[in-house]
């Protein structure tokens, strides 16, 4: 049974910081592509960040420089830092996990974590 169980969100005030963590079972984990996405309120969910299982790394333009997405196959586990937090940035927030089988493609979503940012 896979499972993408996130964690680390939270309560921080504008310009603060929190990182993210997502841990990975039930794949082969060196193989997934990974990425964290996110979902405000009556908005569309978005692309944040994605790591390959390269390490090759990819953000939306409204964190590039604020967020970093690293990734440590040892543990299964992909974080985001998350620094100079905005309000905009206020969402939940969802670890996905790709993978291209030889029959079909993987794609996984962690339950997500509520990120808030308010003074």
């Known amino acids: 049974q896979v499972q993408l169980v996130e964690s680390g969100g939270g309560l921080v005030q504008p310009g603060g910081s929190l990182r993210l963590s997502c841990a990975a079972s039930?794949?082969?984990?060196?193989?997934?592509?990974m990425g964290w996405y996110r979902q405000a309120p009556g908005k569309q969910r978005e692309l944040v960040a994605t790591i390959t299982n390269g390490g090759t790394t990819n953000y939306d333009e409204s964190v590039e420089g604020r967020f970093t997405i690293s990734r440590d196959n040892a543990k299964n586990t992909v974080y985001l830092q998350m620094n100079s937090l905005k309000p905009e940035d206020t969402a939940v927030y969802f670890c996905?996990?790709?993978?291209?089988?030889?029959?079909?493609?993987?794609?996984?979503w962690g339950q997500g974590t509520q990120v808030t940012v308010s003074s």
């Open positions: 996905n996990g790709k993978g291209v089988g030889i029959f079909r493609n993987y794609d996984y």
């Open positions: 039930g794949i082969i984990f060196s193989r997934y592509g």
